[in-house]
């Protein structure tokens, strides 16, 4: 199986991957940190699934830094692309925010969630709250993956 992970926290890249590599033999996860970088990945290399935070930044610099710009909705606008370029791939969302937006335009996890499935329903398939202080975030990961793991 091969996964694409668009995601600009290190640690949490580290406890995914590191949880995905237990559960799934013969596994390759490639991990991008920006918008751009994970179009270019999805449009030109072949994936199993998507694994997408919400809010991530635009670009990288050659170095491989982050820029400071972030997109709040950056995971969002990820699916919206993906839809556009008919991009076939079951995507969840993982993400370490459960509210998004500004303080007087902001939506709770939940909401996002049911939004994206509307929208999205062909390759969304839900989102993952994910937090370090807590394994939760496995057992909802691995409801979302034991589906795809039967295929």
């Known amino acids: 199986m091969r996964i694409l992970f668009i995601e600009?926290?290190?640690?949490?890249?580290l406890d995914v991957k590191q949880y995905l590599e237990e559960i799934i033999e013969k596994l390759k996860v490639d991990v991008v940190h920006s918008y751009h970088s994970g179009i270019k990945a999805l449009t030109t290399k072949e994936y199993n699934l998507l694994l997408l935070d919400m809010s991530i930044p635009t670009r990288e610099d050659s170095g491989?830094?982050?820029?400071?710009?972030?997109e709040k909705f950056g995971g969002y606008l990820v699916l919206k692309e993906m839809q556009r370029k008919k991009v076939m791939l079951p995507t969840i969302l993982i993400t370490m925010f459960d509210y998004f937006?500004?303080?007087d335009n902001s939506i709770k996890l939940d909401e996002l969630d049911?939004?994206?499935r509307v929208r999205f329903s062909t390759n969304y398939?839900?989102?993952v709250f994910y937090s370090?202080?807590?394994e939760n975030w496995k057992t909802d990961l691995l409801k979302f993956i034991n589906p795809l793991l039967k295929l």
Do not use: P, Q, T
């Open 132 to 134: 370090a202080n807590s």
């Open 114 to 116: 049911n939004e994206l």
């Open 8 to 13: 600009d926290d290190n640690n949490k890249i």
């Open 125 to 127: 398939k839900g989102a």
């Open 64 to 70: 491989n830094s982050l820029n400071v710009h972030f």
């Open 101 to 103: 937006g500004d303080s």
